[in-house]
Each structure stands twice: as structure tokens, then as C-alpha cells.
């Protein structure tokens, strides 16, 4: 129980970066991107790939990071150039690079049996079990990159990346070009979840063309439930936006240690995606509905009182 | 200064929801000029604010500001001559940024983005400066989300936003109409302040007659995409709602100017 516990939290913070992809298309750009599918599993095959071929770990996994760069770019490409709405640019993506991920591999998975990775030189360097080296690599990479967006998302450039999800109308008038931020952002959150794949491979110590299936929703469930945790921590309104990006990578924790869990009491590991996507459907609606229930209950109060109000008047009479 | 000559703008060409929304639009401003438009709704006053600020690509003509032909320019490398405010108080501005992160990005209008810090420290004390010279409080709230604020407090932002770093031609669509009188009566106050103090050349759209007479010093009327009455100087300054009301009723052949006209 512990041992997978432990498996559950280094492989949260690995996907964790992954999420912080996600969360700057899905939060700040307010685009659900679908290419995250294809260009995690494309890092992984990257790395895999390269690993293999005798490179040293550490820049095939930044080797993985820039091919899912590219993929971004691809995916900014179509849609701020050839106007292809977000979802559809990403879905076009995603499925090319299905068949590019095969041909990079040359078959559906790539084993890295006994060549070095990242986590297993730092079990050596260490002695330390592989699921804490692995904690310790996923704590130094999340911190950096975190660090790394706190201050990207501070610059004028970044700023304007932000302000571009938010309102883009204002941002044009500002002198902004609102193709080449949709790109930058697009480009480094594919980047981010490149490098993902790449760790998890090196972790899992293989990579396989369905690696990044539902990916995205496990990206989306990850940050809904770190919104939840980030809302409900007290003083969690301090440094509010690196707040948020570490609760996106807490969030993806949180989401691998119930699927530990879940698989512990006997679930099909199959079952988790479905109840992936009930999480983010559920997280979805309740807005929705609270707002809904809302809206009647206002109404219902403001009957009941006219009511009371013609009560007393006739009881004044 | 800014000249607009044969400019023409048709929205849907060749189907069924075609509209002619600029015809043949000639229109020269001098440095200095604050020009007030009024005309009946779906006149084309926001399009010929919109063709200048390049939001829809142009048909035909051309637009030329201080020597420059901007007609090709897209939007964002039109932005370092212009500042705009809008209708809408939140098309200004982005709601969940704070009051100095928009002003900031305001402050770079027209400027290529580095990767500089997005707001340092000493502009923080200038816009805290500007921001009281507003009367409203927001000197305060300087690192408040923007959607917190009030419509009125928003289109006040948003025209100091707009001139935070002086504008060859400010663009000021309705930026009233969407408030209540008094804050509308405070933002045109500011409005006539900052375009004063600065020296602006302005266009302000309007649909307030009386405003439209006693703000700036000249006045162009506008009906079904054209530009049918332009009047400046001391003919402006003698000019009455009741002299504007007729010549809306003699263009649109005796119809009643539109009650929204009417009743402001
Ligand atoms: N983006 C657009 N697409 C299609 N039609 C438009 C568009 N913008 C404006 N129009 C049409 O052009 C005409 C002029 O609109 P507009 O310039 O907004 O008028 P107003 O004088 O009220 O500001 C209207 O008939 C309007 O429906
Ligand atoms: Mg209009």
C-alpha cells in the first residue's frame, strides 16, 4: 500500500508537468487543447527513441520538450493563420501525430530495459528507492518550471499572453498581436507536456503509442481539483498566480493518488477514464447548476415575500 | 492629420445580409480638431471607427493619418497612433488582471514586448498619480481585478488607459452609453479634461445631441454609411438640438429622428 502510494505521488508530479501545460491553454488562454494527446506521447516516443540510440537521458528528455514545441506550433499555426477553431486545430494535430509517433518508433512501444535514465542515475548517484529519486527529480523539474512561468507570466510578453485569454478585443487595441501569443502559449504549453512524456517514459522505462490517450482529461480533472484544494487552503490567496500553478501540480498528485487508490479497492484499470472524465463532467455542471439553483431560489424567497407582505397588510385591515 | 477619402466598407457582399455600412466616406481632420458624430443607430458610425482603428479590413479608399496610409495596417500596428474606448466597459479592459497590470499594458501600447518585467516599480508610483487625478479611488486599489470595478469606474480606466502614452487620434465609440447619467456626465467631464490637457485629436461618437453640440469644435452627422452634415467652428458653437433634429428629419425623409436621438 505504501509502495504505491509512494509510485503514486512521483508519477502525480511527473504528469504534474503536464498539467501546467494544460492549465496555461485551458486557464489562461481559455482554449481546450487537444493536442496534448498526441504531443505527450510524442515526447515519450522522442525520448524513448533517443535513449535508445545511446543519448544521454537528460537531453532526450529536452529533446522530447522541443518536439512537443513543434506540435504546438503546428496546432498555433492552423489556428491563428488558418483561422481552424482551437478544438479542431488541436484534434488534427493530435491524429497526424499518431502515425508520426509511429513512424518515430517504428513500432507501438519501446521498452528501455536496462539503458540509463534519469531516475535510475539518480538511484545510483543516491542509493535512494526509485519511486523517491523519482519524487526528487519530478520536485526539482516542477519547481523550476514553476518558478520559470511565475516569472514568464510577469513580463510584457507574458502579460500579454495572459491578458489574451481574458479579453482579446483589448489586447489587439493595445498593439498586440494576439496570433503570435496564441502561438507563444500554445507553443510553450505542448513544450511543457513534451517534457512530461519524456519522464514518464524514462520512469516507466518505456514509451507506447497510447501513452497520451485521455491525457487532457487527466490534465483538466488535475487542475479542477487543485482549484478545489487552492480554494480551500487558508492563505492561499498569497503570491495568488504561482499559488495556482502549484496547485495545478498538487491537483495532479491528489488525481494519481485516488486512482492509487480506487485501483487498490479493486477497480478495473480501464475504469479510471471514465471516471476521469465523470470528475471534470461533474466539475463542469456544478457551476452551472449552483448558479441555476440559485437564480430559483432568489425567485422562490421574492414569492414568498410578496406573499407575506399581502398577508400582513390583510392582517392590518 | 487623419484623412479618409472614398472610404467604403460593405459587411456580408454578395449574400442575402449584405449591408453597405460606409459609403464613399471623405472625412479630414486637422490636429487638434475634436469632432463629435451623431447619427441614427446602424448610421456607421462604429464601422468608421472601426475601419480607422483597422478591425475589419477595408473595401475600398483610403486612410492616411499624419502622412502615413494606414489603410493596410492591421489592428494591433495601427494601436501605437490610437487609443480607444468602447461602448462596452469590459471590451477595455481585462477583467481578471489587476488596475496596474492593464495600465501597464496600456503603457506599451504601439511598444514590441520584451521580456522585460511587466510593471516595475516606479511606473507603479505614475499610475497611482494618474489614477487620483480620476477622483475615484482607484489610486487605492491598485492591484484590484479590474472586474471588481463599476462600469463608470471601468470606462474611466479605460480612457486613461487609452491616453497614457499620448495618442496621434483617440476613438471614443459611445463610451457613455452603457453608464448612468451621472457617471456618464462624470467620464465626459474626464473626457473633456484629458482630451484638454493633452491636446488630443478626438473622434467621439454619440448619441446624446445635447453633448454632441457642446463638446468638442466641429460636428459630423451620419445616416445610412454616410457622412450627410459636417459643421465646425461658430455655425457649431450657434447650433441647437432642434436645428439637428431637422436636418435627421430631412435626410431621412420626414421620419422622426429615432426616439433614442430624441429623447437625449
Ligand atoms: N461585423 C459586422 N458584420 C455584419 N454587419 C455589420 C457588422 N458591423 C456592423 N454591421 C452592420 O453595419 C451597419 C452599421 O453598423 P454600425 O456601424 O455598428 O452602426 P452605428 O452607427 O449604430 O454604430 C449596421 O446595419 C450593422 O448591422
Ligand atoms: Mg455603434
Not at chain 1, 491528489?254 to 479510471?272: C, E, H, P, S, T
Not at chain 2, 472601426?50 to 502622412?67: C, E, F, K, R, S
Not at chain 2, 467621439?204 to 454632441?212: C, G, R
Amino acid at each position: 500500500m505504501g509502495l504505491a502510494m509512494l509510485g503514486a505521488v512521483s508519477q502525480g508530479i511527473l504528469w504534474g508537468i503536464m498539467v501546467l501545460g494544460v492549465f496555461i491553454t485551458y486557464k489562461l488562454l481559455d482554449i481546450a487543447d487537444l493536442t496534448v494527446d498526441g504531443s505527450f506521447a510524442l515526447g515519450g516516443c522522442v525520448c524513448a527513441v533517443l535513449v535508445v540510440g545511446g543519448v544521454n537521458p537528460i537531453v532526450a528528455v529536452l529533446a522530447a520538450m522541443l518536439a512537443g514545441m513543434v506540435a504546438g506550433a503546428v496546432t498555433g499555426f492552423l489556428h491563428t493563420v488558418f483561422e481552424i477553431p482551437a478544438i479542431l486545430a488541436g484534434i488534427l494535430t493530435q491524429i497526424g501525430l499518431w502515425s508520426i509517433n509511429l513512424r518515430i518508433m517504428g513500432k507501438s512501444n519501446t521498452p528501455l530495459l536496462n539503458f540509463d535514465t534519469i531516475f535510475s542515475q539518480m538511484t545510483d548517484l543516491t542509493g535512494l528507492p526509485s519511486n523517491v529519486a523519482a519524487i526528487i527529480v519530478g520536485v526539482i523539474v516542477a519547481v523550476v518550471i514553476i518558478v520559470g512561468l511565475y516569472w514568464f507570466f510577469g513580463t510584457e510578453i507574458g502579460s500579454a499572453c495572459r491578458a489574451t485569454g481574458n479579453n482579446e478585443a483589448m489586447v489587439r487595441a493595445l498593439g498586440v498581436n494576439t496570433k503570435v501569443t496564441k502561438m507563444i502559449a500554445l507553443t510553450l504549453s505542448n513544450g511543457l507536456v513534451g517534457l512530461s512524456g519524456g519522464l514518464i517514459c524514462e520512469s516507466q522505462k518505456y514509451a507506447d503509442i497510447g501513452m497520451g490517450t485521455g491525457a487532457i482529461v487527466i490534465g483538466l480533472a488535475a487542475i479542477v481539483i487543485g482549484e478545489v484544494l487552492w480554494r480551500v487552503l487558508p492563505g492561499a490567496k498569497l503570491h495568488a498566480f504561482g499559488g495556482r500553478l502549484s496547485s495545478a501540480v498538487v491537483g495532479s498528485v491528489v488525481y494519481f493518488l485516488i486512482r492509487a487508490i480506487v485501483l487498490q479497492l479493486g477497480m478495473d484499470a480501464n475504469d479510471m477514464k471514465l471516471l476521469s472524465a465523470i470528475i471534470v463532467a461533474l466539475a463542469l455542471c456544478i457551476p452551472v447548476v449552483w448558479e441555476k439553483f440559485q437564480l430559483k431560489r432568489a425567485y422562490t424567497r421574492s414569492l414568498k415575500d410578496t406573499s407575506t407582505e399581502g398577508a400582513s397588510t390583510e392582517g392590518g385591515r | 492629420m487623419l484623412t479618409l477619402s472614398h472610404v467604403s466598407k460593405t459587411f456580408n457582399a454578395g449574400t442575402i445580409n449584405e449591408k453597405r455600412a460606409l459609403i464613399d466616406c471623405n472625412l479630414h481632420l486637422v490636429p487638434g480638431d475634436f469632432v463629435t458624430i451623431i447619427g441614427g443607430n446602424g448610421a456607421g458610425k462604429s464601422t468608421l471607427m472601426n475601419m480607422v482603428a483597422g478591425v475589419y479590413p477595408i473595401d475600398a479608399g483610403t486612410i492616411t493619418l499624419d502622412g502615413v496610409n494606414i489603410s493596410q495596417l492591421s489592428e494591433p500596428a495601427r494601436a501605437k497612433y490610437l487609443g480607444r474606448v468602447f461602448q462596452d466597459p469590459m471590451m477595455g479592459t481585462a477583467a481578471d488582471m489587476q488596475i496596474v497590470e492593464n495600465l501597464a499594458m496600456a503603457k506599451r501600447r504601439g511598444k514590441t514586448r520584451t521580456l522585460a518585467w511587466g510593471v516595475t516599480r516606479v511606473e507603479k508610483d505614475e499610475y497611482a498619480e494618474r489614477l487620483r487625478a480620476l477622483g475615484l479611488g482607484l489610486e487605492k486599489r491598485l492591484t484590484s481585478k479590474v472586474g471588481l470595478l463599476s462600469g463608470g469606474q471601468r470606462q474611466a480606466l479605460t480612457l486613461l488607459m487609452a491616453t497614457l502614452t499620448k495618442p496621434k487620434l483617440l476613438l471614443l465609440d459611445e463610451h457613455t452609453a452603457a453608464l448612468d447619467p451621472k457617471t456618464a456626465a462624470k467620464v465626459l467631464d474626464l473626457t473633456e479634461q484629458i482630451v484638454a490637457e493633452h491636446q488630443l485629436t478626438t473622434l467621439m461618437v454619440t448619441h446624446n445631441m445635447n453633448d454632441a453640440i457642446r463638446m468638442g469644435n466641429r460636428l459630423i452627422m451620419m445616416h445610412e454609411g454616410r457622412i450627410i452634415y459636417d459643421i465646425a467652428g461658430d455655425e457649431k458653437c450657434s447650433l441647437t438640438v432642434k436645428d439637428l433634429l431637422q436636418k435627421f428629419e430631412e435626410v431621412s425623409g420626414g421620419e422622426l429622428a429615432n426616439d433614442r436621438m430624441l429623447l437625449s
